[in-house]
């Protein structure tokens, strides 16, 4: 194929591949809070949550941001993000159950952390709530699973959230607008090497 040819080709499928993109942009009319919902055993969903933080502020909107599970306040993205003016934060957590080792507490800790995102779940102020691990309270069954259902269903409606945490239940995938499952294909630290400041953590 001649170089004019292989031009022309190109132009011909861009000009067809753009008429497909418009007509069905054409199609998406309806706006609505978005239900999001990462999970995965890969990499980066907390990561993803928080580049939607980072959008979000950057047009002035509310966000909220409840971290279960975890513990450690010495995170880049809450020193950067709690001290936005739009963006509330709250670790939720006493970290991750074979650290405590206590059922019993972990389960209170769950309640205390979701009356918490409840608030923000029930204010529609907030254009943007996170609630980073959430999935492990459900699967773990520390919180009731149809309340947070349905809390999440009768949130305000042009309010967003993001759900993240591995092995999301088939209950609130079906539930959300949108589910991304981010799969591992290699991760430094099955090679020894330590969580490093400004990439893990």
């Known amino acids: 194929m001649t170089q004019d040819k292989q031009a022309q ?27 999001l ?6 990499k980066g969903k907390s990561t993803s ?12 909107m509310k966000v909220g941001v409840c971290q279960f599970i975890k513990s450690r306040t010495d995170t880049g993205e809450e020193a950067f993000f709690s001290a936005q003016p739009n963006c509330e934060w709250h670790v939720l ?19 205390n952390g979701w009356k918490v995102a409840q608030q923000m779940l029930n204010n529609d102020t907030y254009d943007l709530v996170i609630l980073d691990e959430l999935t492990y309270l459900l699967s773990y069954q520390y919180l009731e699973k149809q309340s947070v ?3 999440l269903q009768n949130r ?23 589910v991304s499952e981010i799969k591992e294909i290699k991760h430094a ?13």
């Open 9 to 35: 080709y190109h132009k011909t499928k861009m000009a067809r591949k753009k008429n497909q993109i418009e007509t069905s942009m054409a199609k998406a009319t309806d706006e609505k809070g978005l239900l």
């Open 37 to 42: 919902v990462i999970t995965g055993h890969g």
């Open 49 to 60: 949550a928080f580049g939607m933080v980072a959008r979000a502020l950057g047009h002035g």
């Open 93 to 111: 957590g006493d970290g991750f159950t074979w650290n405590t080792q206590d059922k019993a507490q972990d389960i209170q800790t769950a309640q």
């Open 149 to 151: 259902l349905n809390a």
């Open 156 to 178: 305000p409606s042009m309010q967003h959230v993001v759900v993240t945490g591995r092995s999301a239940l088939a209950e609130l995938k079906e539930i959300a607008d949108t």
């Open 189 to 201: 630290y099955t090679s020894g090497i330590k969580a490093q400041i400004g990439v893990d953590f």
